[in-house]
């Protein structure tokens, strides 16, 4: 399909936050030896990721990889898990230092706080070096929230608290499969807000059965009273496996008009789009967010350490990860076997995929060109010893059709450009991720 057919049939045609994304990892044969592969990295500015898969509900459009229900046995075992995993990586890194840090899910505030103290020490003990003036990124839910949790949180350094949201009025989160009562949700806001946090980010979601304009305004106006420094406003995707997928309940035909108002509406009131789905407010300290999605969730960016069942680890040409499932029996029996690992096995990647050189270019396009700050073609050449434009003739095309423009020697993705970036994105992987993706059995 040529661009302007997939644009013509749908702006929606995936979220493209990793590249190759992880239904593109296969089983690694014979698995990989982590210290030889990291001692070839520029181990200076590292990003960490800490992954902890547990929720108090599942959301019914949520495809990530966290469980519900689990005792408090389960949760041990997975923390004195992944506190064996941070021994093992600490040794495999050797010298090294993590420039940003980040702790997502599930819900890491699903965790007591006896059980984030337990974190706090495994980052800052266990493995090593952590810049004092990191970012550091925290999420949550609005039930999981308490004065006692934040007060933990930043005395431990979280600069950046995260909720998801969603939206304001109790029969769209409903509609969501999402239990939340508003009481809890103001609540919930208000602690966070009162905490002062360095950034403060609240997650929208548009596209809802049932959103109108008028609710989604609702839900816009309804951040703004926070103050937020970032929101993230989220098109529905109703993927498979998920609960909206099991009762045939599919996004609102108005998604694209949606995210327009959405658009106008933040940056009609003080924020800047920096992509698609990210809105910084004007007055924020950048240099504290640390520039673009850089502090937040990087996700393309090498030297990414990802610990836990379900975290990504990014070097220059190995992505891997643990398996990657949806449904409950696929997640549960990923975090067993995550649980079951011996030492020996944290200092190997047995699941993931290589990038060649083909493939690290195209991924050094994709994630530059759907953000404003556009691919800086000195630096590609930097890199790669090449010319963008000849490497990615397809790249013309965005700029005939008027999605993209010269800057010097940037290009930049126009309006119209960051506004197809779910199109766009797909459209620019290679044929053998696309394949790899369409032929892989989740469960």
């Known amino acids: 399909m040529t661009l302007p057919e997939r644009l013509l049939a749908d702006p929606f045609q995936g979220y493209a936050y990793s590249y190759p994304h992880k239904t593109a990892y296969r089983p690694l044969d014979p698995a990989i030896d982590l210290r030889p592969l990291w001692s070839n990295e520029d181990r200076s500015a590292l990003f960490l990721y800490l992954h902890i898969p547990f929720c108090e509900v599942r959301c ?73 003036d990191a970012p550091f990124s925290f999420e949550m839910s609005p039930s999981t929230v308490d004065p006692g949790k934040l007060k933990l949180l930043q005395s431990h350094g979280v600069t950046r608290a995260s909720i998801g949201v969603q939206s304001f009025l109790e029969t769209e989160t409903r509609s969501l499969g999402r239990p939340q009562k508003p009481e809890i949700l103001r609540k919930a806001l208000e602690q966070i807000r009162d905490a002062s946090f360095v950034v403060m980010n609240i997650d929208l979601i548009y596209g809802i059965p049932g959103q109108t304009d008028e609710s989604w305004e609702t839900s816009l106006q309804n951040a703004l009273l926070y103050q937020p420094e970032e929101i993230y406003l989220y098109p529905l995707y109703v993927r498979p496996l998920t609960g909206l997928h099991r009762i045939g309940r599919d996004s609102s035909d108005l998604r694209f008009s949606l995210y327009l108002q959405g658009r106008d509406f933040l940056c009609s009131h003080g924020y800047e789009q920096i992509s698609m789905r990210l809105f910084r407010a004007r007055s924020a300290k950048t240099s504290t967010v640390g520039g673009e999605e850089g502090a937040v969730y990087c996700c393309q960016e090498d030297g990414m350490v990802g ?133 892989f059995p989740l469960t």
């Open 307 to 439: 610990l836990g069942a379900g975290a990504r680890s990014y070097t220059d040409k190995l992505h891997y990860s643990s398996e990657y499932a949806v449904g409950q029996n696929g997640v549960k029996a990923i975090l067993d076997n995550f649980c079951r690992k011996g030492d020996q096995d944290f200092a190997r990647a047995d699941y993931g995929t290589y990038l060649d050189d083909s493939e690290r270019r195209r991924r050094f396009v994709i994630k530059s060109i759907l953000r404003r700050e556009g691919l800086d073609g000195v630096q590609y050449s930097s890199r790669f010893g090449t010319q963008a434009l000849e490497d990615f003739p397809e790249l013309g095309e965005l700029v005939q059709l008027g999605l993209a423009q010269f800057s010097g020697d940037r290009l930049i993705s126009t309006q119209s450009g960051i506004d197809r970036s779910d199109s766009i994105g797909p459209w620019m992987f290679s044929k053998s991720s696309r394949h790899r993706m369409e032929d």
């Open 60 to 132: 019914g459009f949520c495809n990530l990889f966290t469980s519900t229900g689990a005792s408090e046995s389960a949760v041990e075992r997975y923390l004195a898990t992944l506190a064996r995993q941070i021994a093992v990586m600490r040794d495999v890194l050797g010298d090294h230092r993590f420039a940003r840090v980040a702790v997502g899910g599930g819900t890491p505030t699903f965790l007591n706080n006896q059980e984030l103290e337990l974190v706090f020490r495994f980052i800052r003990e266990g493995l090593g070096t952590v810049a004092e």
